[in-house]
Structures are given as structure tokens and as C-alpha cells.
């Protein structure tokens, strides 16, 4: 696999509201080098983004409802037209495939105004501190989170691509329907693409993301002494893609572990032609999930 070369960009928001993040977010990816608004518009409070790395034809699209909360929506077959307002969902020419709308950014408020976003070929994610820059409360992220295992013959990976919408609290919960990645909220914020064999109804493509059996970290060897980083969950789940039936779909792509915690903000360096990753929690703890890093850049937590 190729050194994935992150882009890592602080941001700097007029004030902890979701008004003023969406406008620093409309600006920076006004001139991102990974991902690019779509030329139907879009302003401030409602934008739609491409990726910009061949092969990547899909769609996010991303709604400020109020000054807390955000929509968010993917679009596999890149039909979205007009990416609505505060009030108006997007528009498409075919909504078959996408994912519809899920809360997906969350702040509390008490968040510092600086903030962070990570930026790879296919996919992105939003990293919110609290105000004392000490963890990271809030995150968001966005694209092929996960890679699927097999591509299944008659089906291919034409629905199971990896796509999905990961928000809320950066804490992986191990176990069932309670464990997905980046949401400890009630509120149903995260999705993962997959195909529904009984359905044809298009919402059933997408499902709630779970985690499913995990390796312990005694598990978690290093080799020679030296640090390995693996994905963060071996098995993630569909959650109740066939009644209540669960499928194991892949594993995670950017979403990592190891086998001892460290401080939120410690950056794990391979150096020079190899992967960096940072540590991250929603509490000023020590934790095992990684994201990818870019060593050149000193996080603020």
C-alpha cells in the first residue's frame, strides 16, 4: 500500500458556531488540492465536494442545519445539483444510490475555534479540540472509510465500496450494535454502504456501521521491539442487512490502532517514505486509535 501523504490543515473559526466552522470550510476547500466543489455552487451554510484523485467519482455533501448540527450526505453516482441550504436538502437528478442525509457534525460549543482537517485521495475528516487543545472531542469523517474484503462475484463491489459517513465522538466502542467508530450518540450518524439482497428500495443500500469482534490489545504484538499499526477493528459490520442478520464487510482504511496508549496528540513517526499517525480521544486520556498525520505538522493537542 502507498504511503498515504495526508494533507493536514488547522483552521480558524470566527467563533465555536457551526456558521462560522462551514465558512472556514468553504474556503479552505476553495483551494484543497484533494477534494473540490462541484460547479452547481453552493455557499457557505451548503456545499457538495468531489474528489479530485482519478478514479474517485462520488460525491459528499455537506448542510449546516443549525448552529450545532450538520448534514451530511454521499452521492455514488454524482448527481447532486443544487446542495440545498439550512433548510433545503440537495438536490438530485437520481436519488437510487445515495445515502440521504445523516447528522454527522456535532459540536457542543465549547470546542476551540481552531480546528482540523485531514485530507487523503478518497476520503477526509473534520478533528475538533476542546478549548484547552488538551483531546479531541468531536470528530467527523467522510469517503472509504473501510476496506471491503472481497469483491463477491455477481454484486462485485458495486454497492459494498467502502463509501460512508462516520461522525460525533472519536471513540471506538467495541461490542454489537452499540460499537461504531466515531459515534457514541443516540442519534443514528453514522452510515456504511452496502446492498440489501431482499430490497430494492434505495435507502437500503446504506447501513449503521458496527464493530465487530476486535483483537485485545494483549493481542497486539509489536514485531522486533517495533511499533505496528493495524486497522483499528479487523471485522466491521453492516448492522441488520438481511432482517437482523449482520455482515461482516471489511476492515478499517484509515482508522488505526496499536498495541500500547499514548496522550491525545502523540504522533507516531515511521519517517521519511513511511505513514504518520496521531493518537486521539474524546477524554485527556491515554488512548490506542490513530489517524493518519502529517509529521511536518505540530498538533496543537
Known amino acids: 500500500m502507498p504511503v498515504l501523504n495526508p494533507v493536514v490543515t488547522k483552521l480558524t473559526a470566527a467563533s465555536v458556531d457551526m456558521t462560522d466552522i462551514f465558512a472556514q470550510l468553504f474556503s479552505h476547500f476553495g483551494t484543497s488540492t484533494k477534494f473540490s466543489i462541484v460547479a452547481n455552487g ?13 478514479g474517485e467519482t462520488w460525491q459528499v455533501n455537506l448542510r449546516r442545519t443549525t448552529t450545532q448540527l450538520a448534514q451530511v450526505a454521499i452521492d455514488p453516482l454524482a448527481n447532486i445539483t443544487a446542495p440545498g441550504d439550512t433548510v433545503t436538502p440537495p438536490t438530485l437528478t437520481s436519488d437510487t444510490e445515495w445515502s440521504t442525509e445523516t447528522q454527522a457534525l456535532n459540536i457542543a460549543g465549547t470546542e476551540s475555534v481552531d480546528f482540523y482537517v485531514i485530507e487523503v485521495d478518497d476520503c477526509f475528516i473534520i478533528l475538533f479540540m476542546d478549548a484547552a487543545k488538551t483531546h479531541t472531542p468531536r470528530a467527523a469523517s467522510m469517503g472509504r472509510f473501510f476496506v471491503p474484503y472481497y469483491s463477491d462475484g455477481a454484486d462485485g463491489n458495486d454497492f459494498c465500496d467502502g463509501l460512508g459517513i462516520l461522525g460525533y465522538i472519536p471513540e471506538m466502542t467495541i461490542g454489537g450494535t452499540a460499537g461504531y467508530w ?120
Open 42 to 54: 453552493g455557499a457557505a451554510d451548503a456545499f457538495t465536494l468531489t474528489p479530485a484523485a482519478a
Open 182 to 301: 466515531l459515534s457514541t450518540s443516540a442519534g443514528n450518524v453514522s452510515l456504511a454502504r452496502g446492498f440489501q439482497t431482499f430490497s430494492a428500495t434505495a435507502g437500503d443500500q446504506w447501513f449503521r456501521p458496527g464493530v465487530g469482534t476486535s483483537i485485545t490489545t494483549s493481542d497486539r504484538g509489536d514485531i522486533n521491539g517495533n511499533k505496528k499499526v493495524f486497522p483499528a477493528s479487523p471485522q466491521i459490520e453492516l448492522i441488520d442487512t438481511s432482517l437482523t442478520i449482520d455482515y461482516m464487510c471489511g476492515y478499517t482504511k484509515y482508522m488505526a490502532s496499536q498495541n500500547t496508549s499514548e496522550p491525545p496528540g502523540t504522533v507516531l513517526d515511521g519517517g521519511p517514505g513511511n505513514d504518520a499517525w496521531i493518537h486521539i480521544n474524546d477524554t485527556n486520556a491515554n488512548y490506542n486509535l490513530l489517524l493518519p498525520w502529517d509529521r511536518l505538522v505540530t498538533p496543537d493537542f
